[in-house]
């Protein structure tokens, strides 16, 4: 049955170069939202109707892997919400209610279609290839986009997100093909992990140059992002899986990139510095001021003693000036802008979207109040769990990767490592920079990280219950 070929495996490499690499266009809109159906809706819609007719085929071998039992139970968690959002509360219409219920259904879909096709470690390599060559491909997007203009597609407001092609500023971070730079350094924080760990327990040396050269490029177009949640998780969930594979002495290099990397990236470094007040307050002594010239004020006469007529407001006609790129490296200091962004940043997350999920969900404890119903973006995924599908929702969704690592960690003690056990380890780093990154960015939400999400845990779950 293994010798046969399954129809599955080309679709999958499909998807696998497919998801990170094309831009979000929309192909059209739905009523009610900005969140537009695109062509990798089409695509997995299609993958998972051949899925299903494997399923039938062979009388659902699915069932054999007890993990969809858990599945099942955050399956059924959700629906509950839906159907309470959608009789109860009514907080938003029936068809975005059932659109963002199926979107979930989507996503998780592509952890039983891969784990249909992966049987064993010996195909693990085809999965690292492909997801190496879209790496270095989504990098060299990345560059084109700093450094020869090529256009950018954001879903970051309703107007991006009708497939706008923009272009990057001196200021503006790259998104490559990701809808925004948070996605992208999401994605980035994930697959260096996973690049990294692998590299160091390859034994072919040419691979091992090969990745390590893909590893630094990948890693620079990180910094780039200046995303500060997705460096320090990559950082956490890289020392993790070097300590795990007892690699120790090359934790002194990855640190020392680590720091040189903030000190050399300015955008990363102002925004780094702003997040700290402390350190804010001592950046801003520092940088040079302007002094003050003072005006001569005329003295007051018989003529301008009248009191003057308010002067007639003049509308100045807004230019489009078109968004430009620099070539070269600049030496002044970041536009106080930034300070203000990263500030703002907070203050949305503290202020507006983490107290409208913690209201959600005292308003139904136990199953929240539906899919959707806290606005697009909450920006801590746990808190959204929470909010829209409740404790159950939360419960059941995590429960998922906790069995996974509670199945791992007896691993990180056994004298002798087997392959298959190496790549849990290295996919176990992989798994908690994500939930790191979940703190601050809804990772399981948008579409691209959900999807690569997915399709990693499928590939550790493989590695934890290896077949011969």
Avoid at 192 to 200: A, F, N, S
Avoid at 222 to 234: D, E, G, K, P
Avoid at 380 to 408: A, H, Q
């Amino acid at each position: 049955m293994a010798n046969k070929f399954n129809l599955l495996r080309p679709i999958l490499v499909i998807l696998l170069i497919f998801i990170p690499l094309y831009p979000k266009f929309p192909l059209f809109n739905v009523n009610g939202t900005y969140v537009a159906i695109r062509l990798d809706d089409l695509v997995i819609a299609l993958s998972l109707l051949v899925y299903l007719i494997y399923q039938i085929k062979n009388k659902f071998p699915v069932f054999k892997d007890k993990i969809y039992l858990i599945f099942t139970a955050y399956f059924i968690s959700i629906t509950l919400s839906f159907i309470n959002a959608l009789l109860i509360f009514q907080t938003d219409s029936p068809s975005i209610l059932f659109l963002n219920l199926l979107r979930r259904f989507e996503y998780i879909s592509l952890f039983f279609i891969t784990l249909s096709i992966i049987k064993n470690t010996r195909q693990f390599k085809y999965i690292y290839l492909i997801t190496f060559f879209t790496g270095l491909l989504v990098a060299i997007y990345g560059f084109g986009q700093k450094y020869f203009k090529f256009p950018v597609i954001s879903t970051m407001n309703e107007e991006f997100s009708k497939g706008q092609w923009i272009q990057m500023d001196v200021w503006t971070r790259i998104s490559s093909t990701f809808a925004g730079h948070y996605d992208l350094a999401a994605y980035l924080s994930v697959i260096l992990v996973i690049i990294g760990g692998i590299t160091l327990i390859q034994k072919n040396i040419f691979i091992k140059i090969i990745s390590l050269i893909c590893w630094l490029i990948l890693f620079y177009l990180l910094t780039l992002t200046a995303s500060r949640v997705s460096y320090f998780a990559y950082f956490g969930g890289f020392t993790f899986t070097l300590i795990v594979l007892k690699k120790y002495l090359w934790i002194i290099p990855v640190t020392l990139l680590f720091i040189l990397s903030i000190i050399n990236s300015k955008d990363l470094n102002q925004r780094l510095l702003a997040t700290i007040p402390a350190l804010q307050n001592q950046f801003i002594k520092n940088k040079p001021t302007s002094i003050p010239i003072p005006s001569f004020i005329p003295t007051p006469t018989i003529n301008n003693l009248i009191t003057p007529k308010p002067p007639i407001a003049q509308i100045t006609p807004i230019q489009i000036v078109p968004t430009v790129i620099r070539h070269q490296p600049i030496d002044e200091f970041p536009p106080v802008d930034s300070d203000v962004g990263v500030a703002r940043s907070g203050e949305i997350r503290f202020n507006a979207e983490w107290p409208r999920a913690i209201t959600a969900y005292h308003k139904n404890v136990l199953i929240g109040t539906g899919l959707g119903s806290i606005t697009l973006a909450t920006d801590n995924d746990y808190l959204r769990l929470l909010g829209e599908s409740g404790l159950l929702g939360l419960i059941t969704f995590l429960l998922i990767p906790v069995i996974f690592i509670f199945k791992t960690i007896p691993l990180i003690f056994l004298k002798k490592t087997k392959t298959h056990h190496l790549y849990s380890l290295v996919l176990m780093g992989g798994l908690l920079t994500t939930l790191a990154n979940a703190t601050l960015i809804d990772v399981f939400e948008s579409s691209k990280t959900a999807y690569l999400f997915w399709i990693m845990m499928a590939v550790y779950y493989r590695s934890l219950y290896h077949e011969k």
